[in-house]
């Protein structure tokens, strides 16, 4: 009996040891993508460079993931999902490594790419392992279980990497990778099966790897750097049009070969196609909305990265919680209503983000991103599940491979359509902003001219540097005012001291109007998000009802018979 014969019956006699060990792996990528954040400062210090160089570190490990994901997928169904995943391990471990060791910022970037490459074939497929591992009928349970670790990844990460950063060194970051490595290594090695899903054809589609390489690494560079190069831009323009015209030559090389990286006749399965629509939607919904909620929490209410990080470890604690009842719904009800409450979930979560003032409180974010846990733990393993439970067990690697790649692109959609928003807004709120502030300084008659105009330069020069802050902006406008000059030598102390409060006064009243404006800021940007998400409702209603023997059995009729059809 064969590993789809077994799956399809009991499932793998070691499937739940199957679930830790490929959870393990895809922990440590899921780890390492948020930990990092946090030992940004600390990086730019220790290695002598700037914020727009030490960008790339996150910048070169997105792009590398996205442009691998789908080759990473089909070479673990040509080759076997067992020994790419252990060869992911390995090299992600080993990067780990070197990233620790880097002497400059350009080794740092270059073993992050390694790092993406390792990463790229062990996440997704570790889910398609997972569905193999698991009869049907616990499909949702599994990949409920498998999501549920990786949110306890995204909460510890933030907070891990501030205790490391802290105490320790930023490199640490990256050698906590090595021990976790080296144990996922050696248990996956004696519990994951081996299973070759491909059989015959022509072998590895380099071309068609090469293809949906580059356009994908053209289109996420475009959306990553646009804000900074400009949308119009000659490179914006320039590898956005690359990207379109990859597509069409993609579509066309891959309908003509034999052994196709991706058979689009996949496509042709609704649950398969519409999961990965919502994922993509889900992606871009949460993609940006995080970024800007970190921004929002250091600089309108003053907390560090750090504290923004445990405030935050709600949403993925929540998940953590509703993630395994929702996996045990999908499998008696299927996907259908657990997906369009989870993307319901986030767009009321969005909607009310945007209702958040200037004297919001850390409480006034935690039960907001409650509710976006919740959407998280209903609506991941919700599409997971509808997307692989719909494909044949031959397809598992290329279709896991598709499932991260949407996400993925919809993260980085996500967090461009945000800043992009966020930034126009704040530039047309600071100009306003700045026209009350200095109507407000000119009427003052307590101040001399001399400080009226060194507040009034100080107020201009913040307002242009927000306005071209790229990523955060808001950050230039914390002291609008700047160091105000002391009274004159020889002022009477009363005097001097009605000078001051005067000064406090007004500086706290000019801050008081910008921080009004920062605020109203984020508002379309999480308007923004909760549209997707809303959206996303569509096509997540079409996952399909309650995947039984009967329609469970037709799907993967269908699937088997599109994929052997050629």
């Not at 252990?86 to 090299?91: D, H, P, Q, R, S």
């Not at 080993?94 to 073993?111: D, R």
């Not at 597509?247 to 196609?273: G, H, K, N």
């Not at 800021?521 to 009967?550: N, Q, S």
Request: charged fraction near 10%; glycine fraction near 10%; aromatic fraction near 10%.
């Amino acid at each position: 009996m064969n590993a789809a014969d077994i799956a399809l019956d009991n499932g793998h006699p070691h499937k739940w040891l199957i679930l830790s060990a490929v959870s393990l792996g895809m922990f440590m990528a899921l780890l390492d993508a948020t930990i990092v954040n946090i030992a940004i400062p600390a990086i730019i210090t220790d290695l002598h460079t700037t914020l727009t160089k030490v960008s790339w570190v996150l910048n070169a490990y997105n792009l590398a993931m996205v442009a691998f994901f789908l080759s990473m997928g089909r070479i673990a169904d040509r080759y076997g999902q067992k020994r790419v995943f252990l060869g992911g391990i390995i090299v992600f471990t080993l990067f780990s490594l070197l990233c620790g060791f880097s002497p400059n910022i350009y080794w740092l970037i270059v073993f992050r790419v390694g790092q993406a490459v390792g990463g790229a074939a062990m996440a997704p497929i570790s889910l398609s392992i997972l569905m193999g591992a698991f009869p049907k009928r616990q499909h949702g349970q599994a990949v409920a279980l498998w999501g549920a670790l990786g949110t306890v990844a995204a909460a510890i990460g933030p907070t891990l990497g501030g205790l490391l950063v802290t105490y320790v060194s930023w490199k640490w970051i990256f050698f906590v990778n090595v021990p976790i490595g080296v144990g996922a290594l050696i248990f996956a090695l004696a519990v994951v099966p081996e299973v070759r899903r491909a059989e015959g054809g022509q072998g590895i589609d380099l071309v068609g790897i090469l293809l949906a390489a580059g356009g994908l690494f053209c289109f996420t560079l475009g959306l990553i750097q646009g804000n900074d190069w400009g949308w119009t831009s000659a490179r914006i323009v320039a590898l956005l049009v690359v990207a379109v015209a990859t597509f069409p030559v993609f579509y066309w090389w891959e309908t003509r070969r034999q052994d196709p990286m991706f058979d689009f006749r996949l496509m042709r399965i609704r649950s398969f196609a519409a999961a990965n629509t919502a994922q993509a939607g889900i992606g871009t919904a949460m993609g940006g909305a995080m970024l800007l909620l970190v921004i929002f929490m250091v600089t309108v209410m003053g907390y560090s990265e750090l504290r923004a990080a445990l405030v935050l470890t709600f949403m993925p604690a929540t998940a953590m919680v509703v993630a395994p009842g929702v996996g045990r719904l999908i499998d008696r009800r299927g996907p259908r209503y657990p997906a369009a409450f989870g993307a319901g979930c986030f767009a009321v979560g969005l909607f009310l983000l945007a209702q958040m003032g200037a004297s919001a409180h850390w409480y006034d974010i935690a039960w907001r991103v409650v509710i976006l846990g919740a959407g998280i733990g209903s609506a991941m393993p919700t599409l997971a599940a509808a997307s692989m439970g719909s494909l044949p067990p031959e397809a598992g690697g290329v279709g896991s491979g598709a499932l991260a790649t949407l996400r993925q692109m919809g993260f980085v959609l996500g967090v461009a359509i945000s800043v992009s928003i966020f930034a126009h807004t704040i530039a047309a709120n600071v100009t306003s902003a700045t026209r009350q502030a200095t109507d407000l300084v000119a009427a003052q008659t307590q101040i001399t001219p001399q400080t009226k105009a060194q507040i009034i330069s100080s107020l201009k020069t913040n307002a242009a540097a927000a306005q071209h802050g790229g990523s955060n902006p808001a950050a230039h406008l914390q002291d609008p005012v700047g160091q105000l000059p002391p009274p004159p030598p020889g002022t009477p102390p009363a005097v001097a001291q009605q000078i001051r409060a005067g000064q406090a006064k007004l500086a706290a009243e000019i801050g008081s109007i910008y921080k009004s404006t920062i605020v109203k800021a984020f508002d379309w940007p999480f308007y923004a998000g909760a549209l997707a998400a809303l959206l996303t409702i569509f096509p997540a209603l079409l996952t399909g009802r309650r995947l039984g023997e009967h329609e469970g059995h037709h799907e993967m009729s269908r699937s088997k018979r599109l994929a052997q059809g050629r």
